[in-house]
């Protein structure tokens, strides 16, 4: 496609239930990252996955939060028995290769009540 | 997580006035960026800066890499209704593909 793709747009969920975000990089990218942005605050990375390599889970913010990127393009990030602390926007970017520029999909808000 | 001193948090001005916003940090950095975020939209870069001292214009931007590869800043320069939204600057190291974000800074245009 022309840009990061994002879905849902928007998704309101119960606290304890489990949610997935799933995002579709531009075509040909190998990188891609997701970024966690709680409002009024910059943005905070979570997880980095570079073509075949072991992704990089070091910003993950507990054992609740998992990714996986399938056939090196589309990724899922899934937060399990969500808390109203994960409540924010998430962003997915992809890169044409590492330390490229970063392009943004339009994010999905997730908001747990 | 680590972030990047941003500053203002946020500015009023009149359309046609100029903007100048920067971003510091304790860490040394070799690429600086600097991206607008629209309401609903994920962040769009503006312009990148690969070498200290750097100064890099995008039309009415100007940014300018600091020579002690610690700072930042980005003007706007006969601001007008669509550039409101939040700037963010955001650093990253040579060997590492994370990016450290500041806040940002909102930009209000009073009518």
């Known amino acids: 496609g022309a840009g990061v793709s994002q879905s849902p747009s928007n998704k309101v969920t119960e606290k304890g239930k489990d949610v997935e975000l799933r995002c579709d990089p531009i075509s040909g990218h190998t990188a891609l990252y997701w970024y966690r942005q709680s409002l009024g605050q910059g943005l905070e990375f979570l997880i980095y996955?570079?073509?075949?390599?072991?992704?990089?889970k070091s910003g993950l913010p507990s054992d609740r939060f998992s990714a996986e990127r399938t056939g090196g393009s589309v990724s899922t990030l899934t937060i399990q028995r969500t808390q109203q602390e994960d409540s924010a926007v998430y962003l997915c970017a992809s890169s044409l290769v590492a330390q490229e520029t970063q392009y943004f999909g339009p994010g999905t808000r997730l908001l747990v009540l | 997580g680590q972030q990047l001193n941003q500053s203002p948090q946020s500015m009023f001005i009149q359309e046609g006035e100029d903007v100048s916003m920067n971003c510091t940090s304790s860490?040394?950095?070799?690429?600086w960026l600097w991206y607008k975020q629209d309401p609903g939209e994920g962040p769009v870069l503006l312009i990148a800066l690969y070498k200290a001292g750097e100064l890099t214009s995008n039309g009415r931007l100007t940014a300018q890499f600091g020579i002690t590869r610690k700072d930042s800043f980005l003007n706007i320069s006969a601001s007008i209704p669509s550039d409101v939204g939040i700037y963010f600057c955001?650093?990253?190291?040579?060997?590492?593909?994370?990016?450290?974000w500041g806040a940002g800074t909102k930009l209000i245009i009073k009518p």
């Open positions: 955001a650093g990253q190291g040579n060997s590492n593909y994370q990016l450290i």
């Open positions: 996955f570079q073509g075949n390599s072991a992704p990089d």
């Open positions: 860490s040394i950095f070799n690429t």
